[in-house]
């Protein structure tokens, strides 16, 4: 299982949401995707830990905590939906007349 945190500040790096999520058991993994641009953080990461109870207790107690300027949102993670997003169809949002 992953954690979602949001809300995070464009400042935060993975060390400081490592030390953290220490403080609710063993960080496993910390993930901060940033803008392909820019390569500033996009304000959202993920957060593996060693087992579901520690996760869980990190959810509950950081949820709506206020730290780094900002209220956090803190939940399970949901699996990635598999294809990208993308429609089906016929491939771009029009169709081919003949």
Not at 9 to 17: G, K
Not at 21 to 50: H, W
Not at 77 to 95: I, Q, T, V
Request: charged share 35%.
């Amino acid at each position: 299982m992953s954690i979602y945190v949001g809300n995070l500040s464009y400042e935060v790096r993975e060390q400081d949401l490592e030390q953290a999520f220490a403080e609710y058991g063993t960080v496993k993994k910390v993930q901060l995707p940033t803008d392909r641009e820019t390569g500033r953080v996009r304000g959202f990461g993920f957060v593996e830990m060693s087992s579901d109870a520690e996760e869980e207790a990190a959810i509950t107690a950081l949820d709506g905590a206020e730290w780094m300027g900002r209220n956090l949102k803190v939940n399970k993670a949901k699996p990635k939906e598999e294809g990208g997003g993308r429609r089906g169809g016929d491939g771009g949002g029009y169709s081919r007349r003949y």
